[in-house]
């Protein structure tokens, strides 16, 4: 079955350390993406690859950092400088094809919370 | 500054009744735009899309229109069903700069059996 997969589903951290959460995707998608979800609010572009080892900052990058070695994976480090890191990751990719309509398919979602 | 916008969080219909949505935008640059389902700790799924040299898309039950003047689409549902009951989110792109995509904040829509 093609998909995007987020592992774990929930993650809690204590304050001050980073923590990396997983996405991976075997769609041969060549973009991929980070968005985190709170309350009330839309999604918010933390990070996003359109090609392997190239990666660009979001609206929200602060605080975090990506990698993008292999073309299915897109991993996120939430560091211990991000402010309010608990809330709702999702991940999601799509084919990039420029002037092209594409939608984007996402992950499941990962929950992490800091206490 | 947020791009795109729903302006009404929540709404509720009654099952078999009509369901609208809407989302504005400020950026006339955008040419494709997307409407989203998402279910409670779960990942958006995509429901209909339209692009802007168009200004209908019909799928089933969904419609989205869109008014490139007045920088504001629309996704019809008819009819609504209690399993419609979900955040809807709308989305928009500039395709020419880049598959980069601007999310409204959702909204809640609750269809009553």
């Known amino acids: 079955d093609g998909g995007i997969t987020q592992s774990p589903k929930y993650l809690f951290r204590k304050e001050g350390q980073n923590v990396t959460l997983s996405c991976e995707q075997n769609?041969?998608?060549?973009?991929m993406y980070w968005y985190r979800q709170d309350p009330g609010q839309g999604l918010r572009l933390i990070y996003y690859s359109q090609i392997v080892n190239d990666f660009q900052k979001g609206d929200i990058a602060e605080g975090y950092s990506v990698s993008r070695e292999k073309k299915e994976s897109f991993p996120l480090t939430v560091t211990s400088a991000q402010k309010n890191p608990t809330a709702f990751y999702l991940c999601?990719?799509?084919?990039?094809?420029?002037?092209?309509?594409?939608?984007?398919?996402f992950g499941p979602g990962t929950r992490l919370t800091v206490l | 500054d947020q791009q795109v916008k729903q302006n009404s969080p929540s709404l509720s219909v009654q099952e078999g009744r009509i369901s609208i949505l809407n989302c504005d935008y400020t950026n006339s640059m955008f040419d494709y735009f997307l409407w989203y389902k998402k279910y409670p700790a779960e990942g958006p799924t995509f429901l209909i899309s339209i692009s802007s040299i168009k200004d209908k898309n019909e799928d089933g039950r969904f419609t989205v229109f869109l008014n490139k003047s007045a920088k504001h689409l629309s996704l019809h549902i008819v009819p609504s069903q209690p399993g419609d009951s979900a955040v809807y989110f709308c989305a928009a792109s500039d395709t020419n700069t880049g598959n980069q995509f601007y999310f409204g904040t959702g909204t809640s829509l609750t269809v009553i059996p």
């Open positions: 999601a990719s799509s084919p990039y094809r420029r002037s092209s309509y594409n939608e984007q398919f």
């Open positions: 769609l041969n998608h060549d973009a």
